[in-house]
């Protein structure tokens, strides 16, 4: 049974930083696509970076300089948001996503079958 669950939202101020958690049960990091979307109230789910089983990252362009998607090097189970320099128009409900295989692993909502439940991030 697959499941996600995101941890580490918060409120913050705009230029502050944030650290997003997923904890994955039902599977391992490494034989599966993993993402980060984000959903801002009364807009559609983006796509945000993705990370591959062979750890090969993609980013959306208004993050690409400002987040950094990463797995745990211990916990195979984890994996991780960095979001810096945070700006009003990041606000938004966060979620993880994991679609199995090795094949291309972009951040396209319509890719992923899993997702965790969501953790709020609102910059002021």
């Known amino acids: 049974h697959v499941q996600l669950v995101e941890s580490g939202g918060g409120a913050v101020q705009a230029g502050g930083s944030l650290r997003l958690t997923c904890v994955a049960s039902?599977?391992?990091?490494?034989?599966?696509?993993m993402g980060w979307f984000r959903q801002a109230l009364g807009k559609e789910r983006e796509g945000l970076a993705t990370?591959?089983?062979?750890?090969?990252?993609?980013y959306a362009e208004p993050v690409k300089d400002r987040f950094a998607i990463s797995k745990d090097n211990n916990d195979k189970r984890i994996l991780y948001l960095q979001m810096n320099n945070l700006k009003p128009e990041d606000t938004a409900m966060y979620y993880c996503?994991?679609?199995?295989?090795?094949?291309?692993?972009?951040?396209?909502?319509?890719?992923?079958?899993?997702w965790g439940q969501g953790t709020q991030v609102t910059v002021s």
């Open positions: 996503a994991s679609r199995p295989g090795y094949n291309s692993c972009v951040p396209k909502t319509s890719d992923f079958g899993s």
């Open positions: 039902g599977f391992t990091l490494n034989t599966h696509c």
């Open positions: 990370i591959n089983s062979f750890s090969t990252t993609t």
